[in-house]
Every structure is written in structure tokens, then in C-alpha cells.
């Protein structure tokens, strides 16, 4: 069955240290990956995306990601942690079809608590 | 959020009553979507359509309907039938079903 996984509920980091929010995946193919944001009450924001190409992937607010495949993993990176940062993130992965519905599959989220 | 616009904020419900949210986006999107979202679940998706007068069910479609009958608007009913409506619900939409998605601000839905 095709998953997205994000292990840990919660990450807590201290502002001004590098953050990583982890995720794994499982999918038919090649995967295509996501990374959005959610803040309190509000609806998803867009953060980046791999398709193909560079390993490392850089989107908004200076986060960045790295797709591992043999580890079949793309974890959200930050060098250097705000406290605006705080937030609860989604890994996403689309789903393989023959129908190319375009599905996405989101992992459950994780907490990421930035304390100054 | 911008372009995606969803109202109520909050709607209040009682039990056996049916309720519609709206959702409408001025992006010039062919795809809408709406997903359930329940704290520790991530999102699941519930109906989505392609284009207008056209929509598919997600994963978690009974209790349910939608209609699209114009390109910029995409509301979803959440009937009595559906036992645990009490969610945050989010609209989205995208260029075309493959493409990145945007979100709306959400409703958030509790029945009383």
C-alpha cells in the first residue's frame, strides 16, 4: 500500500539551531513529494516539492528538503530555527494511478514547537 | 490562502440536520477538492472533481455530497447521514490534478 509517514508527533528545537522534520514514504514508481505548512486555524500553505532532479530541494521561508531514495525519506530542513516557524507540518506524497487522479496521500502531521 | 475563500468560519449543527459549506476560488482552477481534517490525521480526502459538472468520491465520501456547477464554486453538503461530522474542513483547488495544491481557511464544523 502506498504511505507517507512522519514519526514524530512533536519536534521542539530552540530558536536560532537547524530544525529537521522527518519523513518517510512508500510508493509505486517514482515518487512526487511535499512539504505544507499549517498554522493555527488556518488552511495549508505550500512549502516545496520534488519531482525530479536535485536531491535537495529549497521552497519558501528558507526550509528545504532532501529526498532520499534509498532511505525512501524527504525530510524538511531549516539551518536555523524562528520562532515563527512554529506550526504543524504535513508531508504529502501523490499517489501512482493509472488513472493519473493526481491523489494525495498526507502523513499526520508533526508538531514543531520553536522556543526562544 | 489567498484566491480560496470558505464560509462559514465555524457552523454549528445539531444532529440530523444536513448543513452545506461553501467554497469558492477566483484562481481559474479546474480542480477543487475537499478534505476531512481530525487532530493526530492528517487530511482525507473527501469528494474532487476535475472539471465543472464533473466530480469523483475520495476515500471517505459517505455521508457526503457536492455539486460543480460553476468552475469557481465547489460547496459540499455534510448530510445526517454522516455519524461523526464534528472536523475542520478544508477546501482546495489546483491548476489541474496533478498540480500543487491550494487551500482555502477552512470551516470548522461541530455538531451539537
Known amino acids: 500500500a502506498q504511505s507517507v509517514a512522519q514519526p514524530e508527533d512533536q519536534v521542539n528545537v530552540a530558536e536560532g539551531n537547524p530544525l529537521t522534520v522527518k519523513c518517510t514514504y512508500s510508493?509505486?514508481?517514482?515518487?512526487?513529494l511535499f512539504w505544507y505548512v499549517q498554522y493555527p486555524n488556518r488552511g495549508l500553505q505550500f512549502l516545496l516539492k520534488y519531482i525530479t532532479g536535485d536531491n535537495l530541494v529549497k521552497g519558501s521561508y528558507g526550509f528545504e528538503a532532501e529526498f532520499n531514495k534509498s532511505q525512501t525519506s524527504f525530510h524538511l530542513k531549516k539551518p536555523s530555527a524562528l520562532v515563527s516557524d512554529s506550526a504543524l507540518y504535513f508531508c504529502a506524497v501523490r499517489v501512482a494511478d493509472s488513472s493519473n487522479t493526481g491523489k494525495l496521500i498526507f502523513g499526520q502531521g508533526t508538531t514543531l514547537q520553536v522556543k526562544p | 490562502d489567498g484566491g480560496i475563500t470558505q464560509s462559514p468560519k465555524y457552523l454549528f449543527r445539531k444532529e440530523g440536520q444536513n448543513v452545506t459549506l461553501s467554497c469558492e476560488q477566483n484562481l481559474n482552477h479546474d480542480a477543487m477538492y475537499w478534505y476531512r481534517q481530525d487532530p493526530g490525521q492528517g487530511l482525507r480526502l473527501i469528494y474532487y472533481s476535475q472539471i465543472v459538472n464533473d466530480f469523483q468520491k475520495g476515500d471517505i465520501a459517505e455521508g457526503y455530497s457536492v455539486s460543480r456547477e460553476k468552475k469557481e464554486s465547489f460547496p459540499l453538503t455534510v448530510t445526517s447521514a454522516q455519524k461523526n461530522p464534528t472536523a475542520f474542513y478544508l477546501c482546495?483547488?489546483?491548476?489541474?490534478?496533478?498540480?500543487?495544491?491550494?487551500f482555502g481557511p477552512g470551516t470548522r464544523l461541530t455538531v451539537l
Open positions: 482546495a483547488s489546483s491548476i489541474e490534478l496533478t498540480g500543487v495544491r491550494f
Open positions: 510508493v509505486s514508481g517514482n515518487p512526487y
